[in-house]
């Protein structure tokens, strides 16, 4: 059975299936409404054949569900019934989550998503854990303010840079995990990658669509997979309750 992956970014929806390598993409914005989504989809992938569905969603997503709405994008994602729209079962994970996925190898990996906003996500041995990091207290805003798109236009490329490694720093020490990887769509933009740290690549979100759905879920379309996408709360408690404590003494 064949997946289809779609990564909701800020600017962009891009869309593949793990049966072939071409990407298709069409422009997001603050007016993108789930439905106008759906359709911009079906559309882009008019002529692909597909059994199951896959969705990075931007913003907190807990069993499956978003549970609030996208800061940049129209508002009616919470509550609306997505696999009923695209008449296809179904799996939702926050968009950074789904990135992160797709680049994990093993261990504890960081992910930390430089696109519109700051994804974050920690995997502790294939348990994926979405952290809302981002929003926490830094400098006089937050740490997306600082690192996100926003930060990078505000201050320019060299302070931006600076931000980027004391914020990967902070977090290196408040989480000590033993992988750190910087992706989203500004990677590009640090010239020199903080130690201990890899660059990852936009194309991993696909990945970690395709992973959302193991082997033995694409020949039956069940909930049983390889990789734990139920959130811990308890554990991602205590991860946010170290960065906000340890990241800013």
Not at 24 to 45: C, D, E, I, Q, W
Not at 89 to 117: C, E, H, W
Not at 193 to 204: F, M, V
Request: glycine share 12%.
């Amino acid at each position: 059975m064949t997946v289809l992956a779609i990564d909701i970014g800020g600017t962009h929806v891009k869309i593949r299936t793990s049966d072939q390598k071409e990407v298709r993409k069409f422009v997001s914005g603050n007016t993108l409404t789930p439905r106008k989504m759906v359709m911009g989809v079906k559309k882009l992938a008019k002529g692909w054949k597909y059994d199951l569905v896959a969705i990075g969603y931007p913003g907190p997503v807990l069993r499956g569900r978003p549970v609030s709405e996208p800061r940049n994008l129209a508002k009616g994602w919470v509550g609306f019934n997505f696999a009923r729209a695209f008449n296809r079962p179904v799996k939702i994970i926050n968009d950074a989550a789904m990135q992160a996925l797709g680049s994990y190898r093993k261990g504890t990996m960081l992910f930390l998503g430089l696109g519109t906003g700051l994804g974050t996500t920690l995997i502790d041995n294939g348990v994926v854990e979405p952290m809302e990091i981002g929003h926490l207290p830094y400098r006089n805003g937050t740490y997306e303010d600082y690192v996100g798109v926003h930060g990078l236009e505000k201050h320019g490329k060299r302070k931006w840079r600076r931000y980027v490694a004391d914020v990967v720093e902070r977090l290196k020490a408040a989480l000590e995990p033993t992988d750190v990887v910087l992706g989203g769509g500004n990677v590009k933009e640090v010239k020199t990658l903080p130690p201990g740290c890899r660059a990852g690549d936009n194309a991993n979100a696909f990945l970690g669509g395709f992973r959302l759905w193991d082997e033995k879920e694409r020949k039956h379309g069940t909930s049983s997979q390889s990789f734990s996408m139920e959130r811990s709360r308890r554990s991602l408690r205590q991860n946010q309750n170290a960065a906000s404590a340890k990241a800013f003494r």
